[in-house]
């Protein structure tokens, strides 16, 4: 390790198509996220970049206009939505032309209608398959057009189920409301069944876009260990966790063995920044990243070099704390690291 000098790559390198999630990567409310335009731009100068969003309320276009609005060049087909992914689903459930329940709004139906299905609201139509995503509107009628429609499971001949995405909540302009996974529920509760799921974590979405994209090499970024990242691995793609969103420190060093990044960033102007590589001691107590050094003696998780950088520092406890496979509730971890930032 000492003396040698390779040159140091940046998360971009090697990469062809960069799939960005929106909600903590792009913007946060109704503002964008520091630094995450001028990146984004940047990257799409040399790269493709596509969105994905798990939001099945919005069409493509409406996201595309949004993002555009921001200051990003992006167009409707450059957006990967999960009523998207779950149309895909559903052409691998139902015939061509069969009319299908739909539970949910505009960017559902409009995808259904697009795939060549014929939309329907209710169960008396005999359906061949119900989907499922969130819309403001979806109200207890649709949920009962839903429930009488799939009282049967596939086993007793019952159709197919399909739902958007299962994300508990949603972020709205006042605050955190329900999302498409409550909603799922209250029909789980009356019918005993679960969906099949297209959004992340679910690789659907993520075969979705490395298809359209024609991805060969792609760099999934997002906020989320549990949907972005967890889906990404299970779909074989290197990920960005950045850390201007739902998770933080505390999370990606407490991060699962199916839930961890390939890289850590702090703002999205690291895509464009040498990423240090991870060594570790021979007996592998230590991890270095870029002269920042952190250890596991005992119970304890120890900084042992500053570094030039706290971000390294985080990069160092992560590598050290999940190559030890010792889960976080048993080591004692410096609020330092844990409050990174
Ligand atoms: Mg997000």
């Known amino acids: 390790m000492f003396g040698r000098k390779t040159k140091a790559v940046t998360p971009l390198d090697g990469v062809d198509v960069v799939l960005a999630d929106l909600d903590g990567v792009v913007y946060t409310g109704p503002a964008a996220i520091p630094f995450a335009i001028d990146s984004l731009n940047r990257a799409a100068e040399s790269i493709r970049v596509g969105y994905i969003t798990n939001n099945a309320s ?48 505009d960017g559902l ?3 259904v209608q697009k795939a060549g299905f014929v939309v329907t609201r209710s169960a008396l139509d005999d359906p061949a398959a119900v989907i499922q995503g969130f819309a403001p509107e979806v109200g207890w009628t649709e949920l009962a057009e839903a429930s009488f429609a799939l009282a049967s499971d596939v086993e007793g001949g019952g159709i197919p189920w399909i739902a958007t995405n299962t994300d508990w909540t949603i972020p709205v302009a006042r605050g955190i409301a329900p999302g498409n996974g409550t ?7 009356a019918v005993g069944r679960l969906p099949i799921v297209a959004g992340k974590p679910e690789i659907a ?37 950045v850390l201007t969103g739902v998770d933080k420190a505390k999370h990606v060093l407490a991060a699962d063995a199916d839930s961890r990044p390939t890289f850590i960033l ?14 570790f001691s021979r007996d592998r107590t230590t991890a270095t990243v870029a002269g920042a050094a952190v250890r596991i003696r005992g ?40 409050l990174w930032r």
């Open 299 to 338: 119970n304890d998780v120890e900084i042992t070099a500053e570094g030039d950088g706290a971000i390294n520092l985080l990069r160092a406890a992560c590598a050290i704390i999940w190559a030890s496979g010792r889960p976080i509730y048993g080591l004692k971890v410096p609020e330092r690291l844990t």
């Open 205 to 241: 979405i993520f075969t979705e876009a490395v298809n359209r994209f024609q991805a060969r090499h792609a760099l999934f970024v997002g906020d989320r260990l549990d949907t972005d990242i967890l889906g990404s691995n299970r779909a074989g793609i290197p990920s960005v966790l």
């Open 266 to 279: 702090g703002d999205l102007r690291e895509l464009h920044e040498p990423y240090p590589e991870t060594s």
């Open 58 to 105: 919005r069409t493509d276009q409406s996201v595309a206009d949004h993002l555009t609005e921001l200051g990003l060049t992006v167009a409707a087909t450059d957006v990967v939505t999960s009523p998207q992914a779950a149309v895909r689903l559903l052409a691998e459930q139902a015939a061509p032309g069969s009319s299908i329940l739909v539970v949910g709004g």
């Open 109 to 111: 139906v409009d995808e």
């Open 183 to 189: 909603l799922v529920s209250a029909v789980h509760s």
